[in-house]
């Protein structure tokens, strides 16, 4: 398996936890729900795009469930959104660095599309995000 | 806590990257060691170029961005990215209309910038300031509708 290939299983792996995480958002915190539903089809998209990318090396499996901080008003809605967006600009940021020059369009969109996703659940301007 | 990092295209030549402490060589340093990536130890001139051409950039953004009265904390974020890519003697006018369009047209120049480079530690710095351009872009965006 090559250093690329392990980045991104382990972003995969966070994409499945954010597909697993955005619906129980929208289902326990109603005033969340629409923006819930925007990033689910969000990272569904991202999952399926490394799923497509990484066919057979796909390593990771989603998990029945994952663990979750109390998640009962908007507030703990944004900060676990704003976690799962945070640690998955980090995975994207690493494969950024695990790819060559021809390959590092798709986890620069993802850190992307991350970063800016954190904004949507009330996050702020980072320098450098994915990296502090 | 921040893990600032920092790559430093320095006189002798050697791509340096790292931050203030030694803890701080970042998540980043372990995760790419982890994975078999290495930095360059020798920058190429066109990674030299970049990186120039990232801080000329970011500077021109700062001035403007000082000019415009930009939140404060807006101003923070572009003089964070300035201030930990080399310095340079190079000026740059970024010609946009807005300060929001110029923004936006330094996170692409990044964003093809990280797709060029040739050092693996430059390209995740520019892309990840690229990034954090367009956070910016969609702040202010969001804060005037």
Redesign the interface.
Known sequence: MT??T??LNAWLALEREAVWLYPLIGARVAAAADRARSSLATHQQSRDRLLAELAADDTTRARAAYEVPPLTDLKQARRVAQDIERRI??AC??A????D?RD??L??IG??TA??A??TWG?????????? | M????VVVLGAAGTVAVGVGATAAL???DD??RA???RPTPSPTDDDVELAATARAEADALVERARAEQVPD??LA??R??AD?LPPTDRTITVDADTFVAACRWVAESR?DA?????S??L???L??????L???V??LK?AAS
């Open positions: 250093d690329r392990t980045a600009q980090a940021a690493s950024l660095g695990a790819s020059r590092r369009m986890p620069l850190l992307r970063a800016l954190e904004l996050g702020t301007a980072q320098p450098f995000p994915g990296l502090d | 921040v893990s600032r990092r970042g998540r980043l995760t790419l994975v078999g990536a904390a807006v974020v572009l964070s990215q930990d964003a990280c797709v060029t480079a040739v693996t530690d390209a995740v710095v892309g990840s300031s690229s990034a954090g367009h956070q910016i969609q702040q969001g």
